[in-house]
């Protein structure tokens, strides 16, 4: 027990402050730790990433309440949820490690963009000729929250940094609207997740680490998102670039090690 609260302890908090900077699935996070350290099978520890994502965005989204743009948040949410039981069926199908390249080049992408971001060397979003027109918004909102659907209905996350790719990159939001927005359809989208591995998986012998990692994860998230939110932007910006790349990093590694 000692064993799984200090696992537990050091997954939640790497995971709520990567929730409450660059609105990234926990997830992604925790679910690598306990397989690795606690032997934890991987579908419920999905699922325990997945729990943990809930409560820990729901207050996130809270302390980034005035920065959340809730009507494309809305539309794109709707799409999410379509395109997640799609993204559920081909993943039989499509090949789970490319995909994973995939999420880290785009992330790798987003955390560059960020850190230029924080030098004041913004530059204009691609996309901005079409952001002129409200329904061509829209429809980028659609095209958005189809394409994240898909990737949480496939890797069965919350899909969080394909959420900061496409709303920063896509729709060319700034660091605090994009996490803002991110921690908002997360909610959503992580709280079908759980429920679903919850129902399929065999989390009996799991509770401990459950528990533990929603309140950890919680607190962290609640902690430095407060942080974030109040700090300049362009300190935000630093801060998520940074958090992305050494992800990113910390992931081509682990993909590396598992083809040796």
Not at 146 to 166: D, E, K, N, S, T
């Amino acid at each position: 027990m000692i064993q799984v609260f200090f696992v537990c302890l050091f997954a939640g908090v790497v995971a709520g402050i990567e929730i409450g900077f660059a609105s990234v699935s926990a997830a992604t996070i925790i679910a690598p730790i306990l397989i690795a350290l606690l032997g934890v099978p991987w579908y419920e520890a999905i699922g325990i990433g997945l729990a943990a994502d809930v409560l820990a965005a729901a207050f996130a989204a809270y302390e980034y309440r005035k920065q959340i743009d809730v009507k494309n948040g809305l539309i794109m949410l709707a799409f999410v949820l379509i395109m997640t039981f799609v993204g559920s069926y081909f993943s039989q199908y499509l090949p789970n490690t490319e995909m994973s390249w995939i999420s880290i080049i785009l992330s790798l992408i987003c955390g560059l963009r960020f850190l230029r971001s924080a030098k004041g060397k913004e530059g204009k979003n691609f996309l901005s000729f079409f952001m002129q027109w409200d329904w061509m918004k829209r429809v980028l909102a659609i095209g958005v929250g189809c394409y994240i659907g898909f990737w949480c209905g496939f890797v069965g996350a919350g899909g969080g940094m394909m959420m900061l790719f496409g709303l920063t990159i896509i729709l060319g939001y700034e660091v605090k609207t994009a996490v803002g927005t991110g921690v908002f359809i997360m909610i959503f989208t992580a709280l079908i997740g759980a429920v679903s591995h919850g129902y399929f998986g065999d989390m009996q012998d799991y509770i401990p680490a459950l528990i533990f990692c929603c309140i950890f994860t919680f607190i962290a998230a609640w902690i430095s998102s407060k942080f974030a939110n109040r700090m300049e932007t362009r300190k935000t910006s630093l801060v998520t670039g940074t958090i992305l790349l050494v992800l990113c990093v910390c992931l081509i590694i682990k993909m590396a090690v598992s083809l040796i």
